[in-house]
């Protein structure tokens, strides 16, 4: 099974500001990188795919980067309605799996 | 527009069992992998199974290997979890999804409990 480690576990950031997020697989995972957001009581809505493809609707200040091990969602300028949960996943190899989550909290 | 229903949630004793369903419209059901993924109260995601387009391939995540069976009817465009000898563990909200996660059902709520 492919570990995906997200860091930090906690993130604070001023509106405005920009925020970097990591995630790191225990093995590559090619681009294979999916990026969620989940706010408190609604499903994971997704972000961005294949590393760095924004989904449909999401907003340019979204942008994904990275290859093989080393991922990062960079928000270029923070937005109060961005303050949520952030997932990683990978879709490279069965079982599909997600990061642990970094939450983005406003400083 | 896409849309995924999840229902037959509910409370169940360890040992149960339990069948949730998925109500896809949107988009054409037939050509798409389907999955569930489930997130206990208060933690991260967890994937739990997916079925290919014609249901010639399932893969279960190994903590549910052997209780839940996946499944689909492409005419209904419904996709099933057949959740057997539930535990504790398996409390949790699960999510119908398409494919790897393009698109999420809002969720259904299984709670295992004496």
């Known amino acids: 099974e492919i570990v995906m480690t997200q860091s930090p576990a906690t993130l604070s950031v001023s509106p405005g500001e920009r925020a970097t997020l990591s995630c790191r697989a225990s093995?590559?995972?090619?681009?294979?990188l999916a990026w969620y957001q989940q706010k408190p009581g609604q499903a994971p809505r997704l972000l961005v795919y294949?590393?760095?493809t924004r989904a449909t609707g999401i907003p340019a200040r979204f942008s994904g980067s990275g290859s093989g091990t080393e991922f990062t969602l960079t928000i270029s300028s923070l937005q109060s309605e961005d303050f949520a949960i952030y997932y990683c996943?990978?879709?490279?190899?069965?079982?599909?799996?997600f990061g642990q989550g970094t939450k983005l909290e406003i400083k | 527009e896409v849309q995924l229903v999840e229902s037959g949630g509910g409370l169940v004793q360890p040992g149960g069992s339990l069948r949730l369903s998925c109500a896809a419209s949107?988009?054409?059901?037939?050509?798409?992998?389907m999955s569930w993924v489930r997130q206990a109260p208060g933690k991260g995601l967890e994937w739990v199974a997916n079925?290919?387009?014609?249901?010639?391939?399932?893969y279960y995540v190994d903590s549910v290997e052997g209780r839940f069976t996946i499944s689909r009817d492409n005419a209904r465009n419904s996709l099933y979890l057949q959740m057997n000898s539930l535990r504790a563990a398996d409390t949790a909200v699960y999510y119908c999804?398409?494919?790897?996660?393009?698109?999420w059902g809002q969720g259904t709520l299984v709670t295992v409990s004496s």
């Open positions: 999804a398409r494919e790897w996660g393009t698109y």
């Open positions: 949107g988009f054409t059901f037939s050509s798409h992998w």
């Open positions: 079925i290919k387009q014609d249901g010639s391939e399932k």
């Open positions: 093995q590559s995972v090619s681009s294979n």
């Open positions: 294949s590393t760095s």
């Open positions: 996943q990978q879709y490279y190899a069965w079982p599909y799996t």
